[in-house]
């Protein structure tokens, strides 16, 4: 290109640049960088109670990823049957932008329905609705660290996906200063990590846990503390004084293909024995 003819272009335009790790936008002119716009993330309202689904009879089939704003357009839309304007204030964004990830995550399905792929939801650039706590759990204060574990008559419930109970520990200066066993009423791993989120917990211990539930905990901001088993009051001491021995690679890595209905027997399951469903 000629040098006068790219200076009246760079003269005339500006450069769009993007900065992914601050999620800034920003204009690059003859005067510099200005401008500095951030990015918007979408509001998810509900995170989905079920993050994976693989047609039966094709169990190693490739994978196709949902973000997390594409599911909650297809929930609203679909689901709710709101209209695209509704749905762009549900979800704090442009309604230009719903189109934009509705028709993205059709397309998505219909391969997956077409080709026999599996569908997993995960990921995006989200942020989550404040989650009402529920009435039977007590407040947690603002300088604790509260634990939930899997619980079942003292011992640490090792299928995550079925748990009946969690008992919550709040710890403060490395020392338990309250106890509570709190029902959950969810079922599935989607719905757990939502009833943790709700609930403030700011760590998870358990034994087995799958990939789906393993994301949702990420995406809820729990830190998770899996292959453990024993005692869940032991392991609660022991994580607050800072040496709790787990395993960082547990995981039950048939949940992600086989769904939530088998039994998971005595088998080797990510190091770690599931127990009973």
Same mark, same amino acid.
Request: proline letters at 4%; a negative charge.
């Given at each position: 290109?000629?040098?006068?003819?790219?200076?009246?272009?760079?003269?005339?335009?500006?450069?769009?640049?993007?900065?992914?790790?601050?999620?800034?936008?920003?204009?690059?002119?003859?005067?510099?960088?200005?401008?500095?716009?951030?990015?918007?993330?979408?509001?998810?309202?509900?995170?989905?109670?079920?993050?994976?689904?693989?047609?039966?009879?094709?169990?190693?089939?490739?994978?196709?990823?949902?973000?997390?704003?594409?599911?909650?357009?297809?929930?609203?839309?679909?689901?709710?049957?709101?209209?695209?304007?509704?749905?762009?204030?549900?979800?704090?964004?442009?309604?230009?932008?719903?189109?934009?990830?509705?028709?993205?995550?059709?397309?998505?399905?219909?391969? /997956?329905? #077409?080709? *026999?792929?599996?569908?997993?939801? %995960?990921?995006?650039?989200? $942020?989550?609705?404040?989650?009402?706590? !529920?009435?039977?759990?007590?407040?947690?204060?603002?300088?604790?660290?509260?634990?939930?574990?899997?619980?079942?008559?003292?011992?640490?419930?090792?299928?995550?996906?079925?748990?009946?109970?969690?008992?919550?520990?709040?710890?403060?200066?490395?020392?338990?200063?309250?106890?509570?066993?709190?029902?959950?009423?969810?079922?599935?791993?989607?719905?757990?990590?939502?009833?943790?989120?709700?609930?403030?917990?700011?760590?998870?211990?358990?034994?087995?846990?799958?990939?789906?539930?393993?994301?949702?905990?990420?995406?809820?901001?729990?830190?998770?503390? /899996?292959? #453990?088993? *024993?005692?869940?009051?032991?392991? %609660?001491?022991?994580?607050? $004084?800072?040496?709790?021995?787990?395993? !960082?690679?547990?995981?039950?890595?048939?949940?992600?293909?086989?769904?939530?209905?088998?039994?998971?027997?005595?088998?080797?399951?990510?190091?770690?024995?599931?127990?009973?469903?």
């Amino acid at each position: 290109m000629p040098k006068n003819v790219y200076k009246k272009l760079t003269d005339r335009f500006a450069t769009f640049v993007i900065d992914i790790c601050q999620k800034r936008c920003y204009i690059i002119g003859r005067e510099g960088i200005s401008m500095p716009r951030p990015v918007r993330c979408r509001r998810i309202e509900q995170m989905p109670a079920f993050r994976s689904f693989s047609p039966d009879d094709a169990p190693d089939a490739e994978t196709v990823r949902l973000t997390l704003d594409e599911y909650e357009t297809l929930r609203l839309m679909d689901a709710e049957g709101l209209n695209q304007a509704d749905c762009a204030a549900r979800m704090n964004i442009a309604r230009t932008t719903v189109t934009a990830i509705y028709e993205s995550a059709r397309r998505k399905i219909a391969v /997956a329905l #077409v080709q *026999g792929k599996r569908l997993q939801i %995960a990921g995006g650039c989200c $942020e989550f609705m404040p989650v009402p706590p !529920p009435e039977h759990v007590m407040k947690k204060g603002s300088q604790m660290m509260r634990i939930a574990i899997p619980y079942e008559q003292g011992e640490i419930f090792q299928h995550f996906g079925h748990t009946g109970q969690f008992k919550l520990y709040d710890v403060e200066n490395g020392t338990i200063v309250r106890e509570q066993v709190v029902d959950t009423n969810g079922s599935g791993h989607g719905a757990l990590a939502g009833f943790l989120q709700a609930a403030d917990a700011d760590v998870l211990v358990c034994g087995g846990i799958g990939g789906g539930a393993q994301m949702a905990l990420a995406e809820a901001g729990i830190r998770l503390y /899996a292959g #453990v088993a *024993g005692s869940a009051d032991a392991a %609660a001491k022991a994580l607050a $004084e800072g040496n709790l021995e787990y395993d !960082p690679n547990a995981r039950c890595d048939h949940h992600d293909h086989h769904g939530e209905g088998h039994e998971c027997g005595n088998h080797g399951c990510g190091g770690h024995s599931c127990g009973q469903a």
